[in-house]
């Protein structure tokens, strides 16, 4: 599975953002899929999930303020984030799990100025 991150750029604090990700090839065999982020000088932390079903789950930190979505019929995700704080700045990254193992896109920016 190939993943294909989009819609990062820079937005004032308060402002709104909604990435999307695209997922090409064996399609058929994503399960869940999860956004994180990385921060300059830090490590990558789970962001949000959602599952084949429709489940989701978010971290602490940005429940309440960002919101993931599935359509599984046209292989993509999206994430829309709102109310958006400038510690949310940070590489965001689709990833994918897959009966074949974990695939991750690329990553987009996100920078969130005070």
């Known amino acids: 599975v190939q993943l294909q991150a989009s819609g990062g750029g820079l937005v004032q604090a308060g402002g709104s953002l909604r990435l999307s990700c695209a997922a090409s090839g064996n399609t058929f065999s994503i399960k869940t899929m999860d956004w994180y982020r990385q921060a300059p000088g830090k490590r990558r932390v789970w962001v949000a999930t959602?599952?084949?079903?429709?489940?989701?789950n978010y971290a602490d930190s940005v429940k309440g303020r960002f919101t993931i979505s599935r359509d599984i019929a046209k292989n993509t995700m999206d994430l829309q984030m709102n109310n958006l704080k400038p510690e949310d700045t940070a590489v965001y990254y689709c990833?994918?799990?897959?009966?074949?193992?974990?695939?991750w896109g690329q990553g987009t920016q996100v920078t969130v100025s005070s």
């Open positions: 959602i599952t084949s079903g429709g489940t989701t």
């Open positions: 990833t994918a799990a897959t009966a074949l193992g974990p695939s």
